[in-house]
């Protein structure tokens, strides 16, 4: 695929370009639309699939970076990936000292979470966009955006345009998703191992062992 003819550029192998089309336009856009760069402070829900893509996008367009996840076990991981703080939700206190602190944050988790919460981590005419897909429906208090004239706001993919503009910025900056080859007979394995929040962070299946 490409715009104008283009394609994937020189350097990134098709294996990593693959995830790219989908963790990395995911969170791309959101983050270029919202206008992720320096001075801008940007704050990612969940270190997983699509998280780790946004901490490393925003990293290289220039952004404060700050991982928001349940719980401190990827910390290593998420510094080495390109984020400034982690810090884990599952601490109260995370949220009484990060109050007023960002000027966007992207939601990648697909699980129900407490979005009054997270939007009161938003400074003045910041923004929370959603790119995960929770199946319970989310609700908002008028009061959590109405005071700092917050917004709630919702991204999924980039066009083809846009989606060129990805993959020429990946290879620019030589990033691409973590990933983990497996062969067709551990597709099984995989799903359960995504269940089980045991992805570093994709998998790719290689098509020759179909």
Avoid at 8 to 37: K, N, Q
Avoid at 79 to 89: F, K, Q, V
Avoid at 103 to 109: C, E, G
């Amino acid at each position: 695929m490409g715009g104008g003819g283009r394609g994937v550029p020189d350097g990134i192998e098709l294996d990593v370009a693959a995830p790219l089309l989908c963790a990395g336009i995911t969170t791309y856009s959101p983050l270029r639309h919202w206008g992720a760069g320096p001075g801008k402070r940007v704050a990612v829900i969940g270190l997983g699939g699509l998280g780790h893509m946004a901490v490393k996008l925003a990293h290289a367009m220039g952004a404060e970076v700050t991982v928001l996840s349940q719980s401190l076990k990827k910390r290593e991981d998420g510094l080495r990936l390109g984020a400034d703080h982690y810090h884990a939700t599952s601490d109260e206190a995370t949220f009484t000292e990060l109050a007023g602190s960002f000027d966007l944050i992207v939601n990648t988790v697909s699980a129900k979470i407490d979005l009054d919460a997270y939007l009161r981590l938003l400074a003045v005419d910041g923004t929370l966009v959603n790119v995960g897909a929770p199946e319970d429906p989310l609700s908002v208090h008028a009061f959590s955006l109405i005071p700092a004239r917050r917004s709630f706001a919702g991204s999924m993919i980039g066009g083809i345009a846009e989606t060129q503009e990805m993959l020429d910025f990946c290879a620019e900056h030589g990033l691409g998703a973590e990933i983990e080859v497996i062969p067709a007979e551990k597709i099984n394995e995989a799903y359960e191992r995504v269940l089980a929040s045991d992805v570093r962070y994709r998998f790719v299946i290689d098509a020759s062992t179909f």
